[in-house]
C-alpha cells in the first residue's frame, strides 16, 4: 500500500498538468464551436486554472505602508529581511543557474555582486565622478535629439520625450557597462529593442515562479518567446563581454609584468569577481558568460527605467509650473550663488516618484513584520511610494 501511494504522488503532477490542459483545451473548443454559451463569460487558461484552485505564480503576499515598520524591516533587521523573492526572468529562463543580484538568495554571493556594483559602478568616485564626460556627451546628444525631433516633426513641436530621454540614458549606461566608445550606434540600438523587449515580457513571467512545467505547458509560444529573448541578449551581450576580455589581455601585454591594471566598466568588475564559495570562503569562483549576460541586462535595465520613469514624473511637474522652471533656469545659468533649489527640486522629486516604487523580500521562515506575524513562505512587499507620500515622515516640502 506504501509503494502504491507513493506511485500516485509522484505521478500527481503529471496527471495534473495534464487534466490542466486538457480541460483549457475542452472549454476552449466548446465555446469555439457552440452558440449556446454566454458570451459574455470569458474562458482562458488563467480563469479555467483557477476555477481548479490553480494560482500560477501567485505568492502570498504582505504590504507594509507604515515607515517606521520599514525602517525597522529594511535597516535594523536588515539580517532577517535579506531574501529577495527568487524566480526573476534570468533565474526562470536559466533554471537558477544565472540569477541577477535582485533574484539571488543571500548570501556569499548576493554580499559580492552588491557589493561590487556599490564598490565601483555606483561609487560617487571611482564610479559616478569618472562618468561625467559620458554624462554630459550624452545630455548634449539629448538636447540634439530633441531639437532635431522638434523640428522634423511636421513644425508642430511635438516631441516624444520618452523615446528620446529612453535613448540617451541607455546609451550612457551602455557606456558605462562596457566602456566608453566599446559600442558602436548601430549595435546599442539592437540592444535597447532587444531590451525592451524582454522588458515588456517581465509581467507574464510571473506564471512561471511557480509550477514551471505545468506552466510551459500552457503557455508554451509565450515561454518560447522568452527564451528568443534571452538568446538575442546572449548574441548582443557575450561579444562585447570578450571583446572586453581581449582588450584587457592586450593592455596587460602592453604594461609588462609590473603594469596596473584600470578598472573603467561594469563588465571589467565583473570580470575581475571572485566569489566566495559558500561554506569554505577560501575557495572562490568566477562568473561564466551567462551570469554577466544576466547582470549585464539587470544593469541595463534598471539603470534605464528607473532614471528615465524619475525623469518624466520630474518634467510632467515641472511642465506645470512655469515659476518653478524659471528659478531652475536661473540657477543652471549661474544668476544664483548656489544650486540649492535644483537639489531640492530633485529630491522632491525623487520622493514623490521613487525610481523603485515597491521592495520586495521574501520570507523562507515565520517573522513578525511590526506587530503582524508573517507565515514562511510569504511575499514582503514595502511601498515605498505610499510611505514618502505620508505627511508624517516628509522632510521636504516643495510644492510644484
Known amino acids: 500500500m506504501a509503494g502504491e501511494g507513493s506511485s500516485l504522488l509522484g505521478a500527481s503532477p503529471l496527471i495534473l498538468s495534464l487534466a490542466t490542459l486538457l480541460i483549457a483545451v475542452l472549454c476552449k473548443n466548446f465555446v469555439g464551436a457552440s452558440n449556446k454559451w454566454p458570451r459574455r463569460v470569458a474562458i482562458n487558461k488563467e480563469s479555467v486554472l483557477r476555477s481548479l484552485g490553480i494560482r500560477l505564480g501567485d505568492i502570498p503576499t504582505t504590504l507594509v505602508l507604515d515607515g517606521a515598520v520599514a525602517v525597522d524591516s529594511l535597516v535594523r533587521r536588515a539580517d532577517v529581511f535579506s531574501d529577495r523573492p527568487a524566480g526573476g526572468p534570468s533565474t526562470i529562463l536559466s533554471d537558477g543557474r544565472h540569477p541577477n543580484i535582485t533574484s539571488v538568495p543571500y548570501g556569499p554571493r548576493w554580499v559580492a555582486l552588491r557589493r561590487n556594483i556599490t564598490s565601483e559602478a555606483f561609487h560617487p568616485v571611482r564610479g559616478l565622478a569618472r562618468a561625467a564626460p559620458q554624462r554630459a556627451r550624452g545630455a548634449a546628444a539629448l538636447v540634439a535629439d530633441i531639437a532635431s525631433s522638434s523640428s522634423g516633426n511636421n513644425g508642430d513641436g511635438v516631441v516624444p520625450v520618452r523615446d528620446c530621454l529612453y535613448k540617451a540614458v541607455f546609451a550612457l549606461n551602455v557606456a558605462t557597462c562596457f566602456g566608453d566608445g566599446a559600442v558602436d550606434a548601430g549595435h546599442v540600438d539592437a540592444m535597447r529593442l532587444a531590451q ?168 523562507a521562515t515565520k517573522v513578525m513584520v511590526g506587530s503582524t506575524p508573517v507565515a514562511g513562505g510569504t511575499m514582503v512587499l514595502f511601498s515605498l511610494e505610499d510611505i514618502s507620500r505620508d505627511d508624517k515622515v516628509r522632510l521636504l516640502r516643495i510644492c510644484y
Open 196 to 363: 525592451q523587449e524582454f522588458l515588456g515580457m517581465v509581467p507574464g513571467f510571473r506564471v512561471f515562479a511557480t509550477f514551471k512545467k505545468v506552466a510551459r505547458l500552457l503557455y508554451r509560444d509565450r515561454w518560447k518567446q522568452a527564451v528568443h529573448c534571452r538568446r538575442r541578449q546572449e548574441e548582443l551581450y557575450i561579444p562585447l563581454i570578450r571583446a572586453c576580455q581581449e582588450r584587457r589581455r592586450s593592455a596587460g601585454a602592453g604594461a609588462g609584468a609590473g603594469g596596473t591594471r584600470t578598472t573603467t566598466s561594469y563588465v571589467d568588475t565583473l570580470l575581475d569577481l571572485e566569489i566566495p564559495v559558500e561554506g569554505d570562503p577560501r575557495r572562490r569562483w568566477k562568473l561564466s558568460e551567462g551570469d554577466m549576460v544576466s547582470l549585464v541586462s539587470e544593469y541595463l535595465g534598471a539603470a534605464t527605467g528607473a532614471v528615465v520613469a524619475a525623469l518624466e514624473w520630474t518634467l510632467a511637474n515641472l511642465v506645470t509650473q512655469p515659476d518653478v522652471q524659471s528659478r531652475l533656469r536661473r540657477e543652471v545659468d549661474g544668476e544664483e550663488a548656489s544650486c540649492g533649489y535644483v537639489r531640492a527640486v530633485v529630491l522632491e522629486a525623487l520622493r514623490r516618484h521613487p525610481p523603485v516604487p515597491a521592495v520586495q523580500r521574501y520570507m
